[in-house]
Nanobody, 126 residues
Framework: QVKVQESGGGSVQAGGSLTLSCTVSGLNFDEYAMGWIRQDPGNERKGISC????????FYDDSVDGRFTISRDNTKRTVTLQMGRLRVGDTARYYC???????????????????WGQGTQVTVSS
């Protein structure tokens, strides 16, 4: 059974930082790309960052590029999203997900991911 568990969400003021972590079990972690997807009320889930099985190349949506950093540790089966210079518009539920393949093609599409965590809420206030 595949399990994906996020942690690290919370509330922060604009300009602040948060780090999200995700641990995966039940599959060969180093054979899959990993993504962070977010969903705010009224909108569909959208991938914002993806890291392939071997860690390169990394992809960021324009909305977070330069502010967020994704990383993974295959020995610990974890993926991390460091979020900096947070904006009110970053408020959303953030999901960690296992992509269906090793690479990050079409990472913005929620349908590209097979296994999902329950998500963690990030709220940024002004």
């Amino acid at each position: 059974q595949v399990k994906v568990q996020e942690s690290g969400g919370g509330s922060v003021q604009a300009g602040g930082s948060l780090t999200l972590s995700c641990t995966v079990s039940g599959l060969n972690f180093d054979e899959y790309a990993m993504g962070w997807i977010r969903q705010d009320p009224g909108n569909e889930r959208k991938g914002i960052s993806c890291i392939p099985d071997d860690g390169r190349p990394i992809f960021y949506d324009d909305s977070v590029d330069g502010r967020f950093t994704i990383s993974r540790d295959n020995t610990k089966r974890t993926v991390t999203l460091q979020m900096g210079r947070l904006r009110v518009g970053d408020t959303a539920r953030y999901y960690c997900a296992v992509k269906s393949v090793r690479s990050c093609g079409f990472y913005r599409r929620a349908t590209e991911y097979d296994y999902w965590g329950q998500g963690t809420q990030v709220t940024v206030s002004s």
